[in-house]
């Protein structure tokens, strides 16, 4: 066992150390010079060449939506390419579409900035902040799962939509080698302007390993945001939300907007989790139903133990659709968790008559 731990450690360790040389030898070797980048026709910037899009950006206080931190593994850092930007990398292959790509949509995290550039973006992109935040209060939910509040210092707030997520800035500590962002959804209504909440699963990564093995009460922590499309939407459709594990967080931010506003809206909230312990924010949900008097939350177990002394619904969420809900018209679906997940419930929802337009979800990587 020891060994292992020591082969992990080693080759951890070169990575980091590789990674490190190659994106010096990247801003030494490969030395561009300054590029400008003009964003919608209308502003200049002069960056350093040879780095992405992506980073180059954020060096002028433009924050690309990335959940990835940057390594090409979540498609949310698009941006459209007027001019500039290089050919298309076999990277990028997997996320911009045939259609997106004929538009000069690019991955910027992937694109390097070797000449100068003409690039789109939304102008609610220019809103993002970086916000110098203190970690208020740590509180495991499940084995797994913690909240954290992070009030934000000097007084700032921040005005977001229920169902927008930040990315929290992990630092360099024991484990990484480099700064990177990481994407969480904020789990507060907007009223809570001078401090948000998010939950957070350890999932083994950069981030979560430092929130869960570092991070503590009193400490400093930066965040960028708001971001996102996955937004409540003003209406009076019935609602259909779907979640998994952390994909609650949204979720929360919808349910307790509503309940605030006392929006009168029928929704039905599905929850799926392995095991009892795996449920979380339980009590709360059960108090919202005075406040939201057409909400019902449904949940199942997929792995019940004997433990549990579970007597609802067994399998997964996918199984609670397909048992409960019979017509999708006049519906809209809110849908967050994990890749699978929502891939599989997506043709529930369209085979139960939900129009594509009206099923918003968030993939969490
Ligand atoms: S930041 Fe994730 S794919 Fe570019």
């Given amino acids: 066992m020891r060994e292992i731990i020591i082969t992990v450690a080693t080759i951890?360790?070169?990575?980091?150390?590789?990674?490190?040389?190659?994106?010096?030898?990247?801003?030494?070797?490969?030395n561009y010079g300054e590029k400008t980048v003009t964003i919608n026709d209308e502003k200049d910037y002069i960056v350093e060449g040879g780095e992405t899009l992506l980073s180059a950006l954020i060096e002028?206080?433009?924050?690309?939506?990335?959940?990835?931190?940057?390594?090409?593994?979540?498609?949310?850092?698009?941006?459209?390419?007027?001019?500039?930007?290089?050919?298309?990398?076999?990277?990028?292959?997997?996320?911009?579409?045939?259609?997106?790509?004929?538009?000069?949509?690019?991955?910027?995290?992937?694109?390097?900035?070797?000449?100068?550039?003409k690039i789109e973006i939304p102008e609610e992109l220019f809103n993002v902040e970086q916000f110098e935040t203190t970690v208020t209060k740590m509180e495991d939910l499940t084995d797994k799962i913690k909240l954290v509040r992070l009030e934000f210092q000097d007084g700032k707030e921040m005005d977001y939509k229920p169902g927008q997520y930040i990315q929290i800035l992990t630092p360099i500590y024991k484990e990484s080698f480099e700064e990177i962002y990481?994407?969480?959804?904020?789990?507060?209504?907007?009223?809570?302007?001078?401090?948000?909440?998010?939950?957070?699963?350890?999932?083994?990564?950069?981030?979560?390993?430092?929130?869960?093995d570092y991070l503590k009460e009193g400490d400093p922590l930066s965040i960028v945001g708001p971001?996102?499309?996955?937004?409540?939407?003003?209406?009076?459709?019935?609602?259909?939300?779907?979640?998994?594990?952390?994909?609650?967080?949204?979720?929360?931010?919808?349910?307790?907007?509503?309940?605030?506003k006392g929006i009168d809206r029928k929704v039905t909230f599905y929850f799926g989790a392995r095991t009892r312990s795996d449920q979380y924010m339980m009590d709360e949900l059960e108090e919202l139903k005075e406040k939201l008097p057409r909400f019902e939350l449904k949940l199942c177990l997929s792995r019940p133990?004997?433990?549990?002394?579970?007597?609802?619904?067994?399998?997964?969420?996918?199984?609670?659709?397909?048992?409960?809900?019979?017509?999708?018209?006049?519906?809209?679906?809110?849908?967050?968790?994990?890749?699978?997940?929502?891939?599989?419930?997506?043709?529930?929802?369209?085979?139960?008559?939900?129009?594509?337009?009206?099923?918003?979800?968030?993939?969490?990587?």
Avoid at 12 to 30: D, E, M, R
């Fill in 12 to 30: 951890s360790s070169i990575s980091g150390v590789l990674a490190f040389l190659l994106s010096l030898a990247n801003k030494t070797i490969g």
């Fill in 60 to 117: 002028e206080n433009i924050f690309i939506p990335s959940a990835c931190g940057g390594k090409g593994s979540c498609g949310y850092c698009k941006v459209k390419v007027l001019e500039g930007g290089g050919q298309f990398l076999p990277t990028e292959k997997g996320y911009v579409t045939e259609e997106e790509r004929e538009q000069g949509i690019r991955l910027s995290c992937q694109c390097k900035v070797k000449e100068n550039m």
């Fill in 182 to 212: 990481r994407a969480y959804s904020i789990t507060t209504p907007p009223s809570s302007k001078n401090a948000i909440e998010l939950f957070i699963g350890y999932a083994g990564g950069i981030c979560t390993t430092y929130v869960h």
């Fill in 227 to 260: 971001f996102g499309d996955f937004q409540y939407r003003e209406g009076d459709k019935e609602m259909v939300m779907v979640a998994i594990g952390t994909g609650m967080a949204p979720i929360m931010s919808i349910l307790r907007y509503m309940a605030e």
């Fill in 305 to 365: 133990t004997e433990q549990c002394n579970w007597t609802g619904e067994v399998g997964r969420v996918t199984d609670l659709l397909e048992k409960f809900e019979e017509n999708g018209e006049n519906k809209e679906a809110y849908l967050c968790g994990s890749p699978p997940m929502i891939d599989a419930v997506i043709p529930i929802l369209k085979d139960k008559g939900f129009k594509e337009e009206d099923i918003l979800y968030d993939k969490f990587e």
